[in-house]
Every structure is written in C-alpha cells, then in structure tokens.
C-alpha cells in the first residue's frame, strides 16, 4: 500500500511552486493511497452519481474490484474514500486518467488533484510515458499541467466509445488533455506503508 501525505490544498493555475506554498499554508491531511479490495463499494458509490449525470463513464462493482490496482483513493482518518481516481492502460506507453471523482461535501479542497497525481506517480512507476484526460472542466487538467489535443490522436480511446455507443451508453463529448510523464518527479512521493 502507497501512503501520500501531502497537505490537501487546491491547486492554482500557475506554476508547482506556487502549488507547494499553497500546501504548507495549510493543516488539513487527507491519506492519498493506491485503493485496496475493501475500497471497492466506497469507489462504486462515489463514481455512480457522476456517471447517472453523464459526466464520466458508467462502472459496476465486478469492474471496480477487477481492475483496483489500477486505483488510487484519497480517504478521511476514518478510511472512508473521499476521491478517487484511475488509471486505465491501452499500450504499454499510454493510458487514460479516469473516473476522477470528489464527494460533493469535500470539493475545492484539492483532492482531485492529489488523486490524479497519484495517479500520474502510478503510471511513471509502470513505465507509461503518457497520459491522456478527458474532462468538460479546462482549467483542473491546465492546472496540472496538462495540454489540449484533439481525441482524435486516441483511436483506442474512440473505439471504445464506439463500442459502448452501440451497447447504449450515451457518451458526452469531452475535451481532451495530454500529458507527457517525465522519469522524475519533484512533487512529494508515495511511500510504502
């Protein structure tokens, strides 16, 4: 299990310096980690309101669990999961940021962003050297330095898609962020618990 104990803080649109000041002005803790089995339920529940509203594709609790290494989770001092995010693999160099999600009561205080940092901390531990996003939000991924580009530069993105048009899930158009992972990263690191 990875334990990220980094202040929560709500990331600017500027630069990671200005991020890292934020974060020691702050007191609150949240524990980012990878999720484990026992998560699942907590993940089904927060992700299912968002995808009954259209905003992120719909998950089921076989999917969850199948693919919870794939998780990260950031949870209160109770363990109850109050964001959560994935990493979903097309090639053995890209992959998908998805099923980013805050519970309504703990938006703005920067979970999000931890999630899908720890995330991102996840993919450079397989060896991915890219990230792609899709969000209806530009200024989350631009303020984690993510750069637009067009889905079209996905084909397996938009083939799933199409796979899941036909099967009848309704897909919202979103815009698409990429990002290039470096080897290092000069943010605070997972460690092992």
């Not at 202040?7 to 949240?30: D, Q």
């Not at 530009?138 to 996905?154: A, C, G, K, M, Q």
Request: aromatic content about 8%; overall charge positive.
């Amino acid at each position: 299990m990875f334990i990220y104990t980094f202040p929560v803080h709500n990331f600017p649109a500027t630069s990671r310096a200005a991020v890292l000041k934020k974060a020691k002005s702050t007191s609150s803790r949240a524990l980012v980690r990878r999720a484990v089995r026992a998560d699942t339920g907590q993940i089904l529940d927060l992700v299912t309101p968002y995808a009954a509203q259209g905003l992120m594709l719909p998950r089921t609790f076989e999917q969850i669990a199948a693919r919870i290494d794939n998780y990260v989770v950031a949870t209160d001092e109770a363990g109850r999961v109050l964001a959560c995010a994935a990493l979903e693999e097309y090639s053995p160099s890209l992959a998908e940021v998805s099923s980013v999600a805050v519970s309504p009561q703990h938006q703005g205080k920067g979970l999000g962003s931890q999630v899908v940092l720890g995330v991102e901390r996840l993919a450079r531990a397989r060896d991915i050297e890219e990230v792609f996003a899709l969000s209806l939000t530009d200024n989350f991924f631009l303020s984690l330095s993510y750069n637009p580009t067009p889905i079209s530069r996905y084909p397996e993105k938009l083939a799933r898609y199409d796979t899941l048009s036909k099967s009848g899930v309704e897909i919202v158009p979103k815009r698409c962020f990429r990002k290039v992972l470096g080897k290092a990263w000069d943010a605070p690191r997972l460690v092992s618990a």
